[in-house]
């Protein structure tokens, strides 16, 4: 079975401030991707990043960058310049096949509250 | 504009009743999914169908049933046998199942016993 754990159920940061978001993973595949969803106020699901875990170059994506560390099962988000809209609750979630089987696992979420 | 809708938005049920969500996409994808969340809990996938007339359990199907006649509809019944009923409902998608595709979800229903 394949895990998603996010040790850090809420954070705070300063508007305009860095703040990263910690996700570990476990999995017997080789074969996986990572993802981040942020889910606003509003409840909608929102794709904010994605990792194929074959590639070794961190994704970015504007203000939003993973550090991924295969060995370690590591996956966290960092979000630059922090903005108000950027308050919400943050999923880590892992996505692997193997032996005709798929399974798509996501963590409880982080709450993250921008702070003016 | 490409997406997936999910009605109703909110949805009370009285104890023994029945209820029907809907989801709808038009972003021809072929497999759609059904997601519970709880706080604290995450997201659960109730249901999923990779295919028209076909459909499968995901980890919590008890008290639910689900129906894939039309490749853009995936609609999720809530049955008197769904002990803990209220929740936020998610519906999603995406171009098949596999690893790497991204899901994309609907704005959510939130169902209510009372």
């Known amino acids: 079975a394949q895990t998603v754990t996010q040790s850090q159920p809420e954070m705070s940061v300063q508007e305009a401030e860095t703040v990263t978001l910690s996700c570990t993973y476990d999995?017997?595949?080789?074969?996986?991707?990572l993802f981040w969803y942020k889910q606003p106020p509003s409840r909608q699901m929102i794709l904010v990043i994605r990792?194929?875990?074959?590639?070794?170059q961190n994704a970015t994506e504007n203000r939003f960058s993973v550090n991924f560390q295969k060995a370690a099962k590591s996956f966290s988000l960092k979000i630059s310049d922090s903005q108000l809209g950027d308050t919400a609750m943050y999923f880590c979630?892992?996505?692997?096949?193997?032996?005709?089987?798929?399974?798509?696992?996501f963590g409880k979420g982080t709450k993250l509250s921008v702070i003016p | 504009d490409g997406g997936i809708t999910q009605s109703p938005k909110y949805l009370f049920r009285k104890e023994g009743q029945n209820v029907t969500l809907s989801c709808e996409q038009n972003?021809?994808?072929?497999?759609m999914y059904w997601y519970r969340q709880d706080p604290g809990q995450g997201l659960r996938l109730i249901y999923y169908?990779?295919?028209?007339?076909?459909?499968q359990k995901g980890d919590i199907a008890e008290g639910y049933s689900v129906s894939r006649e039309k490749k853009e509809s995936f609609p999720l019944t809530v049955t008197s046998a769904q002990k803990n009923p209220t929740a936020f409902y998610l519906c999603?998608?995406?171009?098949?199942?596999?690893?790497?595709?991204?899901?994309?979800f609907g704005e959510g229903s939130w169902l209510t016993v009372v």
């Open positions: 999603a998608s995406s171009p098949d199942r596999g690893s790497g595709n991204t899901i994309y």
């Open positions: 999995t017997s595949e080789n074969n996986y991707y």
């Open positions: 990792q194929e875990a074959y590639k070794q």
């Open positions: 979630a892992l996505s692997a096949s193997g032996a005709g089987s798929y399974q798509l696992t």
């Open positions: 972003l021809n994808h072929d497999a």
């Open positions: 169908s990779q295919i028209v007339n076909d459909f």
